[in-house]
């Protein structure tokens, strides 16, 4: 069974090549999974033991790996694809908060150029600041937060167009 998803805006292809054996951008990684609980798993993959929970969000999944907190939207394979630019994602973009916490710094205010990877907002929860970065070349139409600003799990921060 193959598999796309948006993490953190980029595309990652995931292919299960067997229950222990997952493809992922076309690199093979051996997985073995034990269910916890509902949402809880340990993972064991390539030999690194990781305790991962999955929950529900407005716009997609929330997953934690290690402490860290990842937005993840699974895309439904029989959808259209929208015709992709030199960028892979063409039209207007908006970086969502991937956990409730507050904003500490934004790096691009509205009208500034950004790079792909670019460093756009950092938004702090439980301690740690969390860097949200630009999914594609372009220009910041709008910042949504002002640093100090508290914000909840899915909340639109910033459209890059």
């Known amino acids: 069974m193959k598999y796309e998803a948006m993490i953190e805006g980029r595309s990652v292809m995931i292919e299960e090549v067997s229950p222990t054996v997952y493809k992922i951008n076309g690199v093979e990684k051996a997985v073995d999974v034990l269910v916890l609980g509902p949402g809880l798993y340990s993972l064991l993959v390539d030999g690194q033991s990781h305790e991962v929970a999955v929950r529900e969000d407005k716009k997609g999944k929330i997953v934690e790996v290690d ?7 699974l895309l439904d394979p029989w959808a259209p694809k929208a015709a992709a630019g030199k960028d892979g994602i063409e039209g207007e973009v908006t970086l969502t908060s991937p956990m409730p916490g507050r904003v500490v710094s934004i790096k691009a205010e509205a009208g500034a150029a950004v790079e792909e990877g670019a460093g756009v907002i950092v938004v702090e929860a439980m ?6 970065q630009s999914p594609k070349t372009g220009k910041i139409k709008a910042v949504l937060v002002k640093v100090g600003d508290t914000v909840e799990s899915g909340q639109d921060l910033v459209v890059i167009e």
């Open 67 to 73: 402490a860290h907190l990842i937005p993840v939207k």
């Open 127 to 132: 301690k740690m600041e969390n860097e949200l």
